[in-house]
Each structure stands twice: as C-alpha cells, then as structure tokens.
C-alpha cells in the first residue's frame, strides 16, 4: 500500500463542493466551473460568486447555465501541482449531475500513476464532506486503500438535504414545469430535495417558510441513526441568519454532534437552488483503518 500525506500529495476539488478557497492549506486547489449569462462567461469562486449570482438573478429575466471545466483546466493544474508533489487526489461532483469528474479523469490520464480521481457522488456540502475528511486522513498519513474506502463509505452513507426558498430557478433551468411552479407559489411549498446515489430526488414539502427549519432537523435526526461518529455542514444561499437559526435547533436536537461550519452556496450551486435555500448534510467521518 502507498503511503500518503500532506507533504507530499495535492488535494485537488471543484467549486461546487463551496468551501473557501484553499481551506487553509498551500496544496490544495479548486478548479471552477463556469456561469454563463449569454455570451458573457465567469468562473464559479473566482469571476463570481454566490452573492453577486443572485443580484444577478433578481435584474434578469434570462436564466443563466452551467458548465464544467474542460480536460485542459485539470491539466494544468496537475502539471503545475506534481511540480512539487509526487501524488494528486482529486475530488469531484457526482457525474451523474455533472461531467465535471470526466473531465478530470481524462486529464489524469495525461499523467498515469500520479492523480487518482473520485466521483464522491456529492455535491455542495456533501461533497464540502469528503474533501475535509481526505484531508484530515492526509494530515495524519494514509494510504490509496484508505483514501478509496472512506470515499466509498461517503458515497453509500452520506445524505444532504436542502429546502427551497422558491421553484421559480428550478422552472427556469428546465427542472420543473411553469404550471407546477407556479401552483408552488401560491401554495407556498417549500420542495425538500434530498441528495441520494448522486441524484436529487424530491422528499417532503413543507408549507410555509417556518415550518422548514423543523422539517431539515427532523431529516438529519433520522439520517444520523443515533451515530455519534458523523459531520453536520449547514449551507444558505442569502440566508445566513436562517442558516444561524438552524445550527442551534440541530443542536437542540443532536446534542452529541455539532455542526461542522457554515457554507454559502456557491454561483454554480446557486444557478439551481436560487436565493432562500437552506440545507444540512450528514456524512462520516474518517476513522483509523478497522474502524470505518
């Protein structure tokens, strides 16, 4: 088995897992994907971010897309990384949302025995979750076998749930049809979408804003199991108070575990969800080998 450590290997993930850059460490790199507003392309985390995307959103009536980072962008930042690395992780976005992690493996090819890339199966914090607990395990020295099971892991036990403020961004990316947004709206349906096998699948609806902080505790209740070994990530878009309103009822409620940190959703995270989400993933963390 090959030893690996911070000293010598890069982690390396996309925007979309919305951590800040770097998470403070030199040998870390995001490699963006791209909003497109018409003709005009901005990098998520870089260009723009989650903040700037829904000014943007509220004074157009043009929805913006999405797209990954082309083979060539990995490249580079491979090329550059095992400059000063013998060994790259890379970690991305479920492919079943995005061709983001394809691009990757076709640039790692460029550099055989050098970057193993994941398909986490994640997304935002989800994906936020297996990037932190990489690094933890590469800060107190590890191997390839114990990289790849704690992915594995996170991909069969992880959940994340968020609630939307609106349908409205859904509709416009083609998600949903107008006649069920808007039926939504004056209802007042709030969508909770559940990550799953790299999927979103709809879960519960919940009436009126109010009721959803209670709805999101409940789901991570009953997806921590009684598990006292798992990582809580809040994430908002525009909604830090809410998000602060939810940490402490979590931990009203899951006394034993504490909420990991609060992330923003990023640009491209946001083009979906649009302002007004609010959301909470469960994942593992990594334990020593025989423990996991």
Request: aromatic content about 4%; charged content about 20%; hydrophobic content about 45%.
């Amino acid at each position: 088995m090959t030893a690996r450590a911070l000293a010598d290997t890069a982690l390396v993930y996309d925007s979309t897992a919305d951590l800040p850059g770097g998470i403070e460490a030199t040998l870390f790199e995001i490699v963006p994907l791209t909003v497109h507003f018409g003709t005009e392309s901005l990098r998520d985390g870089v260009d723009i971010g989650g903040d700037e995307l829904y000014r943007r959103l509220e004074a157009t009536t043009v929805h913006p897309t999405t797209s990954q980072p082309t083979p060539g962008a990995f490249a580079e930042v491979y090329e550059r990384l095992l400059g000063r690395s013998r060994h790259i992780v890379s970690l991305h976005v479920s492919g079943k949302l995005s061709g983001t992690v394809e691009s990757a493996r076709q640039a790692a090819a460029s550099f055989p025995g050098r970057v193993t890339v994941h398909d986490t199966a994640a997304v935002s914090a989800s994906l936020a979750s297996a990037v932190l607990g990489v690094r933890e395990l590469l800060q107190r020295g590890t191997t390839d076998d114990e990289i790849a099971t704690f992915v594995d892991l996170h991909r069969r036990v992880a959940r994340c749930f968020v609630a939307l403020q609106t349908l409205t961004y859904l509709q416009r990316g083609g998600r949903i049809g107008r006649a069920q947004a808007l039926a939504g709206q004056l209802l007042s349906v709030h969508p909770i979408l559940e990550l799953r096998d790299g999927e979103l699948h709809p879960g519960t609806k919940v009436r009126g804003a109010a009721r959803v902080p209670a709805e999101l505790v409940r789901c991570a209740v009953e997806a921590t199991a009684g598990r006292h070994d798992r990582r809580l990530i809040v994430i908002h878009s525009a909604s830090a108070e809410r998000a602060d309103a939810l940490v402490v009822a979590l931990g009203a409620s899951l006394a034993a575990l504490e909420v990991d940190r609060i992330l923003g959703l990023g640009a491209v995270v946001g083009v979906h969800a649009g302002p007004g989400a609010l959301g909470v993933a469960i994942a593992p963390r990594p334990v020593r080998s025989g423990g996991l």
